[in-house]
């Protein structure tokens, strides 16, 4: 966690050499301006629901006196839609720059220890790789199940899923060479503890783990090539899958194959995952799938406003704006 600040000296005395209080600000950055951004799309749809929900029981009271308060008396004036308009496009310029600062500092975590396989420079850039590519592989999982249930396929089409696909290969292809990478520094260096903790890594008690996020981040992403594969969503959905497990498996190979063999063999041991920690992972997966559940049933699943500005009028030959 990195809120309340685990700190041992107390809130008064706050280290600011420790990466911990680095995630604390960058990830309440992120967090905050991810919310704005998400909020203000948002505002449009919730004066729309607004305007047609009809005061017929209590419930529909109370359900209008909600969306009216989330929409800030929205009336979708040219002036107010210009306003809009600029802060979405601000808000967008600064949440890129944020999405490689934070995963960047989240990297500092390890790369500023002395642990060996934590202990590198590629890491910056290999997260924000390894980000972006499970951050995909996790949407096209949630996207392609929406897609079917509420029937979106006229916004979101088959050219979507598949621009989506190519950003998964290109990811994957990058985690991929970052996962070679540091196999040749460790030895180029010549460090015997490098060079065993990968080494480890591959051929010791957790190959298995290692191989598993080989396979699903490396090689069944490159199956995208094949225009066929990419193009049909349930082999999309399966292969996504696989990202999502591979990128939880990296995590896994990180921590624990680095912390498992140390420079101190008094410490050495292996790593069991109690039933405790079982139920707090799948404790995770339920909150997470409960929220987005709620939201879907209670605020627009796709942005009604972005669609309005690009559906044909009646009797155009072109879009709309």
Known sequence: WFLPYPNERGTLWPNFRSPLLWDMFAISTYLLTSLVFWYIGLIPDFASIRDRIKESN?????RKVVYKALSFGWVGSGRAWSHYESAVMILAGLSMPLVFSVHTIVSFDFATSVIPGWHTTIFPPYFVAGAVFSGFGMVLTLLIVMREVFNFKEYITVKHLENMAKVVTLTGSMVGLAYGTEFFIAW??????????FLNRAFGPYWWSYWIMISCNVITPQLFWFKKIRTNPVLLWIISIFVNIGMWFERYVIVVTSLHRDYLPSSWDLYIMTPHETGILIGSFGLFFTLFLLYARFFPAVAMAEIKTIIKSPGAKGFGH
């Open 58 to 62: 209590w419930w529909q009271k109370t």
């Open 188 to 197: 180029y260096s010549g460090s015997v503890f490098e060079g065993f903790t």
